[in-house]
């Protein structure tokens, strides 16, 4: 923040002190102003730093006229902060050569780790707030089995900023927040990174300075009292408007639909949020609006989903719409099968996959040999499994997803017969000039957001399918942070289990370490690429989670 003003042009002096030292105990000057450090010390007082680490930090402490002789009536508390003649601030800072402070934290906040390592929970709070779709974060110690009793472990309690995530047209707090959170944890050495976090809608508790209540939130975690996703009780008496609006003929179809997602009974408030509280991911979010819209008779926008937070959100917005509720309700909820019906999308004539002619598609074939020829001569590209892919028909690839590389190692890798069937569904925002849109045409990449149009993209994956092509798909759903099997995500099962086409798993490997994701240098590195057997999907909606691990279990068997 001092480098900030200081760029903009203003001159920031900062002191130290306490109440027990009448005041100042340290400030910077004008003249000798060092950003970040709260001066040397004043004349009369002097301050040494105890027993410091490795990094130079340790408690602060202070000697002067300026200090207190001790507290009123209170011998105990007294001689916890006098030790030889110094007052112990609870503080603890760093000195430069030149004699200027830097106040690190204070001590009975620090993180004993298991490796006897200490961690500054501000200097990570304020690593983790750079990111835009997170409001407030408290790092806290959390008690572990470690090397030595008071061995702690890394965990922190985060508020998302949910206007920056509507605005952005986000409804997926939890998965979006995931992936920053592993991003921002990959620039932190692995020591610094957080071990678990949980995602709370509510401010976190703090004084009236401001501070965060560290001790009060560790209490509720370790008791209990501090849950991520649990669901919150009404209120006792709701606002006229909220009673108004619960009573409404839309707020019933909704509730009625919200309950028989959720599959069980529970008390269901307008301020709940329907990821935090109610536990609905995208894909069952959209599974909600499809039923709301036949229930309701009302023709939902693509990007309805990406705007609606809570249960007061969606309610409000669907009584924009909705005008005769009485002569529809009832409805029962619609299912993938129904959604992904080929009845369905062929009213949809805009889903259509269009692929080249014939001109553009001797670019490609001209292309993806050259990527092919670079892969093998700059990776050392190696491939199996290529007898494993269907010779004819519709069919999913799943591979895993580690960096950049991958779609261009899987093209390169296909014989051309496979790539001129296939597509792939992109986020929409990367293709957004002429340039990037004729890429993606050469790629048979149908741009398509996924955040805010997830059924969207899944009617496009499904009309592609029944037209008879093959859809290349991660189902991870990201490029993984450390080059770790990540968890796969249902959308691939839903689609092969619905359509009926089979699924290819590919297991991927080097890319991470020839371009992982916290960097745009590339390093030559050897990949590999596995082709597994065709899986066939079972049928019906209980299947989808057994068929995504099986999946999921399968590539990560390609190459043990």
Known sequence: MAQDFHDLGFTVLQGYGLTETSGAATTTRAEDNVLGSVGKPLPGVEIKIVDPDESGVGDVAIRG???MNGYYRNPEATAQVWRDGWFFSGDLGRMDNRGNLFITGRKKEVIVLPNGKNIYPDELETHYLQNPYIQEIAVLGIASPGQYEGAE??????VPNFEHLKARKIANAREILRDEIAALSNQLPKYKRLMSYQIQKDPLPRTTTRKIKRLELKRMIESGALQ?????????TASPEDQALMASAVASEVLRCLREGHRRQMPVDPSMNLELDLGFDSMERVELLASLEQSLGVQLPEDFGAEIFTVRDLIVRLKERATDVAGVAGARRQS?????????????????????GPVLSRIKH?????????????????????????????????????SYLDSFVLVSAMPYRVFERTFFVGYS??????????????ANIVPVDPDAHLLRAMKVGARGLRQGRILCIFPEGGRSFDGMLQEFKKGAAILAGEVGVPMVPVRIEGTYEAWPRDTWKIRLHKITLVFGQPLTASQGEASYEDDTRRLRDTVARLLS
């Open 153 to 158: 472990r890394l965990h922190a309690v985060v």
């Open 429 to 442: 925002e990367h293709f957004q000039n002429w340039l990037m849109k004729f890429l993606a045409r050469l």
């Open 336 to 356: 993938w099968k129904e959604i992904l019906s080929d009845e369905t999308l062929r009213h949809e004539g805009a889903l259509d996959v269009r692929f080249s």
């Open 65 to 67: 006229k300026i200090v």
């Open 228 to 236: 991520e996703a649990e669901p919150v009780r009404p209120p006792e």
């Open 366 to 402: 001209l292309c993806v040999r050259m990527i092919y020829f670079f892969c093998r001569i700059l990776f050392r590209l190696e491939v199996r499994g290529l007898e494993n892919l269907p010779k004819g028909g519709a069919y999913l690839i799943c591979p895993n997803h580690l």
